[in-house]
């Protein structure tokens, strides 16, 4: 813009020149007043005239050319300071970006410098960090060969072993199928637990060889161990057995049958019926759960839980037998009696239930009956202890002192720890008037089961017999803290007549309970599926 502007007052100065140009040319001169001359003189002025006015032609045409030269030194020059401004202009804006681009440059070259110096810096840390890496690596290698070397020679010494095992695997697979899965509630026959023991000593070869067993291995290895009175080791085959294979009834039978023999009545009920919801027909599980149920004073859900095992098979003489057992519980001996009959008429060979039948025969009265079932279960088993024990205690009750201690002692020389046969031992012998004897006997029963109530009684009575007051109520003392049903008992028990009169006594025994002392001591001993002598 400022350019156009310049260019159009050149113009304009150039015009104006010009203008006063053709004013000066055509400027009229003043009239002069002429003079009467000669005619050479005329001739003369004529001439000069003439140069004159050629010499002002010249001179005007020179300034057209003065004045059209100075129009194109103006144009010229406008134009170059047209030309000059838009080029100082364009130089300026090229040099502000070319500033602004040596900036950028320089910036760029100083963040270029700087990431040079942190690549460099880097570069050196990663070089030292390669440097160690390559230590570290070529410790890795060495460590990699000499774990390699080892391995190597350990696989030359394993080599044996795998061989080793692969022979106990083949072998378990073997001895397998001679071994089948073992339920604890059954019998057992003597070759078949020699069977069984041979295949548990060949699992524990092969556990310790490497070989990976199955849950009916652990199975059958709890149940070697609970045929060998190792009941902690069973339940801890058992749980494996259980943890391979949480669905395996049969394992969860055991398990619960095994804790009714250490007396973990509630923890059973719950694999009882673990086993029950997995196979809701299995009778060997619901005939367990009835004694748990019974053990812990569920009675009635016991006789409901048997008679559900009834209901899926009568054809079973051990639910038969325990049903007896619960409904003798019960007090429904004739029913009771009645169910033994069944599960003899299924199993006649069975020496526990005649000794059951004895057990509740006794219970009503019918002693001479109860001692022929008794003889009957001896006959079958003559080491059956609990049946020498069930038949000495109705010898007892039919005051037959000396025969009952005959079958007492062949009790106790096949088990010397069985606390029943030594407590009725004991009794046996105080009623023949030899307390010593009867309070070493009594002794020995507490020893082996310090919470036998039946021991603590009778050596009360034996010590009161003899005088020994401050014993004799020690003894009472405890015999009633275990059971309250004592009291009444020791009222009427001619064994306490020394202490009838006593006030300590007397003090002791207030209340009355009227509970059958016998009944009680001797069904607390009672186990599945078939013991239930005291």
Same mark, same amino acid.
């Given at each position: 813009?400022k ?5 159009f ?16 040319t ?6 002069? @007043?002429?003079k ?7 001739i ?18 020179f300034?057209w ?16 300071g ?9 130089f300026?804006?090229?040099?502000e ?7 950028e440059?320089k ?6 410098l ?9 570069a050196?840390e990663?070089?030292?960090?390669t ?14 060969q ?12 394993l ?12 072998e378990?697979a ?5 071994v089948?899965?073992?339920? @604890? ?7 078949e637990?020699?069977k ?6 060949a ?5 310790g ?12 290895r709890?149940?070697?161990?609970y ?8 339940l ?6 259980i943890l ?20 973990r ?6 694999a ?11 009778v ?50 004739h ?17 526990e239930?005649?000794?059951n ?6 219970d009503?009265g019918?002693?001479?009956?109860a ?20 038949k ?6 039919l ?11 062949k ?8 606390t ?9 012998l ?12 009594l002794?020995k029963?507490?020893?082996f ?13 034996a ?10 109520l020690?003894?009472f003392?405890?015999a ?10 020791a009222?009427k ?7 009838w ?20 001591d001797l ?6 599926p ?5």
């Open positions: 813009m350019g156009k502007i310049l260019l007052f050149c113009l304009f100065l150039t015009v104006t020149q010009i203008s006063a140009h053709q004013n000066d055509l400027q009229i001169k003043p009239p002069t @007043i002429e009467q001359i000669p005619d050479t003189v005329i003369r002025n004529e001439t000069l005239d003439y140069a004159e006015r050629s010499f002002d032609r010249t001179l005007d045409i300034s050319v003065l004045a059209i030269v100075g129009i194109l030194i103006t144009l010229i020059t406008v134009s170059l047209f030309m000059f401004a838009s080029s100082l202009r364009k300026t804006k090229w040099k970006e070319l500033n602004k681009e040596i900036k440059y910036d760029e070259i100083e963040d270029a700087k990431d040079a110096k942190n690549c460099a810096k880097e050196a990663h070089s030292q960090k440097e160690e890496h390559e230590n570290i690596i070529t410790e890795r290698f060495e460590f990699v000499e774990e390699f070397e080892a391995i190597r020679k350990l696989s030359e010494e080599t044996p072993l795998v061989e080793r095992t692969k022979k106990y695997a083949e378990i073997d001895k397998r199928d001679q089948s899965t073992k339920n @604890i509630t059954e019998k057992i026959s003597d070759d637990k020699e069984l023991e041979d295949f548990a000593e699992l524990d070869k092969a556990e060889a490497g070989v990976e067993l199955t849950a009916e291995d652990y199975n059958n709890g149940a070697d161990f045929y060998d009175g190792e009941y902690k080791k069973a801890e085959a058992f749980e494996k057995a391979i294979n949480p669905k395996f009834a049969s394992a969860w039978n055991n398990k619960g049958f095994t804790l009714n023999e250490v007396e009545y509630k923890d059973a009920l719950k009882f019926e673990k086993a029950i919801e997995i196979d809701s027909n299995y060997t599980a619901w005939a367990n759960k009835s004694y748990s149920l019974s053990q812990v004073g569920r009675d009635e859900d016991a006789l409901k839980a048997i008679n559900k095992a009834i209901e899926i098979d009568p054809g079973v003489a051990d639910v038969w037998n325990n049903s007896g057992f619960i409904l003798n519980k019960l007090g429904r001996y029913e009771a009696l009645e169910a033994y009959e069944k599960a003899i008429e299924i199993l006649p060979d069975s020496a239930i005649w000794d039948k004895g057990f509740t025969l006794n009503l019918r002693h001479e009956e001692l022929k079932a008794y003889e009957k279960a001896i006959e079958l088993n003559p080491d059956y202890f609990v049946a020498l024990n069930n000495g205690y109705t010898l007892n009750e005051e037959r002192f000396e025969e009952a201690i005959t079958l007492l002692d009790a106790i020389e096949i088990n010397p720890q069985y029943n046969a030594w407590c009725h031992k004991g009794f046996a105080t009623e023949l008037g030899k307390n010593q004897e009867a309070i070493s006997a002794n029963s507490i020893e089961d310090t919470k036998y109530a039946n021991a603590y009684y009778y050596r009360a009575r010590y009161s017999r003899i005088n020994e007051k401050g014993r004799s020690e003894d003392m405890k009633i803290e275990l059971s309250i049903k004592f009291k009444e008992k009222k028990d001619e064994g306490f007549k020394n202490l009169a006593d006030p300590d006594f007397k003090k002791l025994v207030g209340g009355n309970e009227d509970e059958d002392l016998e009944k009680e069904l607390k001993n009672k186990k599945i078939h013991k239930a002598g005291s």
